[in-house]
C-alpha cells in the first residue's frame, strides 16, 4: 500500500519580476520524481494583469510548447503558441483554439502570490 505524498507549494519568483505577456519557464520540483522520466517544467504568464501558471506541455503530443526559452507567445503576442505544430491557446484559459488538439486545453498549476512570492504546485 502506497502513502499518497502531499503536493507541496514552490516558489517560482518574485512577483515584481514578471512583465506584462512575457512568460517565465520554470522547473517543477516533484517529491519523488522517477529517475526515468523527463523533467516537467511549467511556465508563468502575466496577461492582461492576470497571473497565469501552466504546465509546459501541448495536450496533442506532449512536446514542450516554447520554441525558444521564455518564449511562448505568438507573433501579435495574442496567444501562446506551440512551436511543434502552431496550435494557438487562450492565455487566460489554456483552451486550443486552433490546431490539432482543438478544443482540448493546457494544464493550469495551482498559484498563489504570498509576500511577494509566485508560487505553485506540480498537478498531481
Not at 33 to 55: C, E, I, N, V, W
Request: contains cysteine.
Amino acid at each position: 500500500m502506497s502513502v499518497e505524498q502531499p503536493r507541496e507549494w514552490q516558489t517560482v519568483c518574485r512577483e515584481a519580476q514578471l512583465t506584462a505577456d512575457e512568460a517565465l519557464e520554470f522547473r517543477l520540483q516533484r517529491m519523488r520524481p522517477d529517475p526515468h522520466a523527463m523533467p516537467l517544467t511549467g511556465f508563468l504568464l502575466l496577461h492582461d494583469g492576470k497571473l497565469r501558471a501552466y504546465l509546459n506541455q501541448c495536450p496533442h503530443l506532449g512536446v514542450e510548447l516554447n520554441w525558444m526559452p521564455g518564449r511562448f507567445m505568438d507573433a501579435d503576442n495574442l496567444f501562446i503558441q506551440c512551436a511543434t505544430h502552431g496550435a494557438l491557446f487562450k492565455p487566460d484559459t489554456g483552451e486550443c483554439v486552433t490546431g490539432p488538439c482543438q478544443g482540448d486545453a493546457l494544464t493550469e498549476l495551482e498559484l498563489r502570490v504570498e509576500g511577494g512570492a509566485v508560487l505553485v504546485r506540480a498537478p498531481e
